[in-house]
């Protein structure tokens, strides 16, 4: 079964706007972890923000945050003032405690116009 | 602190062939997971190695194979190169607690001609 889905294979935003991509998941396990990479043209993956399951704020870094809404199972990534180094593609990610991989979601293209 | 390295960058094989791909995680991780990204496919976890033990496999067929050392560095192997397993293989570390990040290298973009 599916576990992360990602229902915008592509957006567009303008440069210096927000954007939000969205992010939804299941699990049973109490205990998890969610995450957000970035994936430019190079390939290599890079890692963005993590929320625990039962962090109680939102997590923030830097001009990322992730908009943790447990009861409906989303974890949506809001890029604020976007810049065009972010056009790239993105991936939500689980990791719960009682499994040992990594499960990504079919990721997002994301293209910032100038 | 180095970051995950991963060897060879590219990658060109036949058909039959077999191929070898290395992997250094970040400095004191000791778990260190495989994934095959395609296009079709996208990232797919193949397995993940603790300790010098596999701890996790994802559903890829007995030509993937994989190990750790004891200095935490993993290889993976693929023997009787098919078309289809022309991707970017991926290479992630992260510490032994979880949940927790993982920190992926640049990846080992293999070809099957």
């Known amino acids: 079964a599916q576990k992360i889905t990602q229902t915008q294979p592509g957006m567009f935003v303008q440069e210096k706007e927000a954007v939000t991509l969205d992010c939804t998941y299941d699990t049973s396990d109490p205990s998890y972890g969610l995450f957000w990479y970035k994936q430019p043209s190079s390939g290599e993956m890079i890692f963005l923000i993590y929320q625990g399951s039962y962090d109680q704020q939102n997590a923030t870094e830097g001009r990322y945050s992730l908009n943790f809404q447990k009861a409906r199972k989303s974890a949506n990534l809001v890029i604020s003032a976007s810049q065009l180094g972010d056009s790239a593609m993105y991936f939500c990610?689980?990791?719960?405690?009682?499994?040992?991989?990594?499960?990504f979601g079919a990721g997002t293209r994301l293209t910032v116009k100038p | 602190k180095a970051g995950v390295t991963q060897t060879p960058r590219y990658l060109i094989k036949t058909r039959g062939q077999q191929v070898t791909l290395s992997c250094s995680p970040i400095s004191g991780h000791r778990s260190v997971s495989w994934y095959q990204q395609t296009p079709g496919q996208g990232l797919q976890f193949l397995f993940e190695y603790f300790s010098e033990t596999q701890r996790n496999k994802g559903n890829f067929p007995g030509r993937f194979s994989g190990r750790q050392f004891s200095n935490s560095r993993s290889e993976m192997n693929v023997s009787t190169l098919e078309l289809g397993d022309s991707a970017l293989y991926l290479c992630?570390?992260?510490?032994?607690?979880?949940?927790?990040?993982?920190?992926f290298g640049p990846g080992t973009r293999l070809t099957v001609l």
């Open positions: 992630a570390s992260s510490w032994e607690v979880r949940p927790a990040g993982q920190f």
């Open positions: 990610a689980m990791r719960e405690n009682n499994n040992n991989d990594m499960r």
